[in-house]
């Protein structure tokens, strides 16, 4: 395993508390300060006993730090429940009376962080390191933003910074991984998730974090058993379930009735269900919940006896596993996700067809996806960025999106280059009906991504400088969907490399298919 550079102190025997996390976040900043606002007052004046006027200026100068410690008060109340917007102005408030409070700045960074205000964040950390070098904390708050910023090597900096200056601290070692996770290093970060376990074997972020950068190594046996770790997070979809007992992988499920979960998200559903034909052969009957949007296609899977939609009753079973933890459960390794990949395992729904009609002369049918959900990190490529590719004579683009990005289409004046199929699509077997009629289908990193590649429908998917830990690192293909092309950002936030090779590729295609015609 490869080392990470950084200076490390000798660390006593005696282990912090453990502690769970309280989410599934993207990283874990320091409590925001509770001590008072006014240690360090640069207004204080010096007292004299023998004079009245003295006394009075000492009066005032108490009065003064009394109000700024009130700001302070309010605004770290306010901090703490929520209402940032409030938190950031009282403490604003309060420097204006006395900028020398690193305190106070470090709080109205994290608060600004927190609205997204970055530049300002950053700022504010560096006032408050002006003023409390020496202060752990503060610098690993610094790196978080930095990160978020994508600046990942002033971001290692200030994590670096933090643990010279103390590196007994969980969330200070396990933040330096995460910058390195998102310069795809999942080696150097699979270090510092270790070196943060070292100090709380509990840890479940860095728990979590680990299995994922093994995951994305490829190292499967370490990373679904480490998977497991997120029916510890917080945010967990997964519900207590006693009533019968759940799957090892190992219990003979011959004549029984077992349930598959639900949980996350649409595409995490879509990529697990290939391993239900595998339980399928072992067990008399398979109930698969989902949510309702999944309920048409899933019923395509192969070996599927009942689809239960997730929150409505479900039929009688024998024993139960989510989903996503079938992998780890069947000890699904390289070899046997490359065996099982190489075939589609969904289909439209049954008697759904569209039929579209394309214009005269059309050789490639394109389907385009160029916005998602606004995650921590937004996966979205401008559709402005197609346009030397929407004009391409012979090719006829038709939009999956089905959100308020739609109206991408419309401010940009390009209905006559891109059909609007959102008002025709209400749920995956919609979209999958839709997406058998598409010769190739240009996504970002989304739901429908998994959709065409388990349908096995040509689908190029342009993807983030940070990847997800399916991806991998450095792949232009797929271990899950043979069908995939991987087109990957050189820069953080910069689509300009990817998109261009994209289109080389296009124009090729389109060009092999309109002499072929």
């Given at each position: ?284 009957h398979v109930i698969l919940e989902c949510r309702k949007e999944l309920v048409p296609i899933m019923k395509t899977v192969a070996g599927v006896d009942t689809v239960v939609e997730k929150g409505r009753a479900v039929p009688e079973f024998d024993v139960h596993v989510p989903l996503l933890s079938l992998p780890h459960v069947m000890g699904i390794g390289e070899k046997d996700l490359q065996k099982i990949s190489t075939d589609s395992y969904l289909a439209p729904p049954q008697g759904k067809r569209a039929r579209l009609a394309p214009p005269p002369g059309t050789a490639l049918k394109v389907g385009l996806i160029w916005a998602g959900k606004l995650n921590p990190r937004d996966r979205s490529c401008p559709l402005e960025t197609f346009l030397p590719m929407l004009s391409a004579k012979g090719a006829a683009f038709y939009s ?118």
């Open positions: 395993m490869a080392k990470a550079a950084t200076t490390r102190k000798k660390r006593s025997a005696k282990k912090t508390p453990k502690s769970s996390a309280k989410s599934k976040t993207a990283n874990q900043d320091d409590a925001v300060t509770a001590a008072s606002a006014a240690t360090t007052n640069s207004d204080e004046v010096e007292a004299s006993t023998a004079s009245a006027a003295a006394q009075q200026s000492e009066d005032v100068a108490v009065q003064r730090r009394q109000v700024i410690s009130d700001l302070f008060q309010r605004g770290l109340a306010a901090h703490q429940a929520g209402q940032i917007d409030d938190a950031i102005r009282l403490y604003s408030t309060a420097l204006r009376q006395n900028p020398n409070q690193p305190d106070v700045w470090n709080n109205l960074g994290v608060a600004l962080r927190r609205s997204k205000k970055f530049d300002a964040a950053l700022i504010a950390y560096r006032r408050a390191a002006d003023i409390r070098p020496g202060n752990a904390g503060l610098w690993s708050n610094m790196g978080n933003c930095l990160r978020e910023m994508m600046r990942f090597e002033e971001a290692l900096v200030a994590h670096k910074k933090a643990l010279e200056l103390d590196d007994t601290v969980k969330s200070h070692t396990f933040n330096a991984g995460l910058v390195y996770r998102d310069m795809n290093r999942f080696e150097a970060a699979l270090e510092y998730f270790e070196r943060a376990l070292e100090i709380d074997p509990d840890y479940v972020d860095a728990n979590w974090d680990r299995s994922l950068a093994h995951l994305a190594l490829g190292n499967y046996a370490e990373g679904w058993a480490g998977y497991e770790t997120r029916r510890k997070l917080a945010d967990n979809p997964i519900r207590p379930l006693d009533s019968a007992p759940e799957w090892d992988g190992k219990t003979d499920l011959r004549g029984k009735r077992i349930l598959l979960r639900a949980e996350q998200g649409f595409g995490d559903m879509i990529q697990f269900a290939r391993f239900v034909p595998l339980v399928a052969k072992k067990a008399g999956f999106q089905i959100d308020e990005r739609r109206a991408d289409i419309d401010r940009l004046g390009l209905h006559a280059f891109v059909t609007d199929l959102g008002d025709h699509i209400h749920d995956f077997g919609d979209s999958a009906a839709l997406m058998r009629e598409m010769d190739l289908v240009i996504t970002i990193d989304s739901s429908p991504a998994h959709l065409a590649g388990a349908l096995g429908i040509p689908v190029w998917m342009l993807q983030l400088y940070t990847t997800d830990w399916r991806w991998m690192v450095d792949r232009s293909d797929s271990p899950w969907y043979p069908t995939m092309r991987i087109y990957r950002q050189e820069k953080p936030g910069d689509w300009s490399a990817p998109v261009e090779k994209l289109g080389k590729d296009f124009s090729t295609l389109l060009q092999a298919r309109m002499k072929s015609q």
